[in-house]
């Protein structure tokens, strides 16, 4: 089974600061999902990268995928408090199934 | 507006019962699928199904069974064989499966069992 090890584990940032989340997988990366929890809720899809090198953009959150690393990276620019919950990135090279990261808390203090 | 619901929000039941939580979407999606979600441990899968009346065991699917009759309904039965019930389900639906489609969620039950 795939497995996706997301760094930090926590995340403490003060208002307008920048950050990075970064998942790593355990297997060769084919494309990768990133959403977003806040707690006690579902997930909201965030971006999809599927090609090595490829980089999205929205709103204020850049996602970048690295095949060759086979590790993604999500960056917050200018971090709001609406910015705060759990950042989860997944991925499915099997066909089937799908994997989730840990997850990274996020807190942003106003 | 299309989405999926998971009902009821909050669950509580008695060791020993079996408990059926509920998931439906009006998304037309073809795949269907429950996770688990403890602290510390992320998203594990339960079952998934692909198509209606077919479901496929994931990752956890011990002590728990679904059903497949509709292609908008999916439940899931915790069963008194789940020796660690306690959690927060998820359900999520996609087009088909595969690394091209994401996944959407709905907003999950949260089941106590004591």
């Known amino acids: 089974s795939q497995e996706l090890e997301q760094s930090p584990q926590s995340l403490i940032v003060q208002e307008g600061k920048n950050l990075t989340i970064n998942c790593t997988s355990s297997k060769t990366l084919y494309g990768l999902y990133w959403y977003k929890q806040k707690y006690g809720e579902g997930l909201i899809f965030l971006m999809m990268?599927?090609?090595?090198?490829e980089e999205k953009s929205h709103e204020k959150i850049t996602a970048k995928l690295d095949e060759k690393k086979q590790q993604s990276s999500l960056h917050i620019t200018a971090s709001q408090p609406s910015h705060a919950g759990i950042y989860l990135c997944g991925a499915d090279n099997t066909g089937n199934q799908f994997y989730f990261g840990t997850g990274t808390s996020l807190t942003v203090i106003p | 507006d299309g989405g999926i619901t998971q009902s009821p929000k909050y669950l509580f039941r008695k060791e020993g019962q079996n408990v059926t939580l509920s998931c439906e979407q009006n998304l037309n999606h073809d795949a269907m699928y429950w996770y688990r979600q403890d602290p510390g441990q992320g998203l594990r899968l339960i079952y998934y199904?692909?198509?209606?009346?077919?479901?496929q065991k994931g990752d956890i699917a011990e002590g728990y069974s679904v059903s497949r009759e509709k292609k908008e309904s999916f439940p899931l039965t915790v069963t008194s064989a789940q020796k660690n019930p306690t959690a927060f389900y998820l359900c999520?639906?996609?087009?088909?499966?595969?690394?091209?489609?994401?996944?959407?969620f709905g907003p999950g039950t949260r089941l106590t069992v004591t």
């Open positions: 990268l599927q090609k090595g090198g």
């Open positions: 199904s692909q198509i209606v009346n077919d479901f």
């Open positions: 999520a639906s996609s087009i088909g499966t595969g690394r091209h489609y994401e996944q959407y």
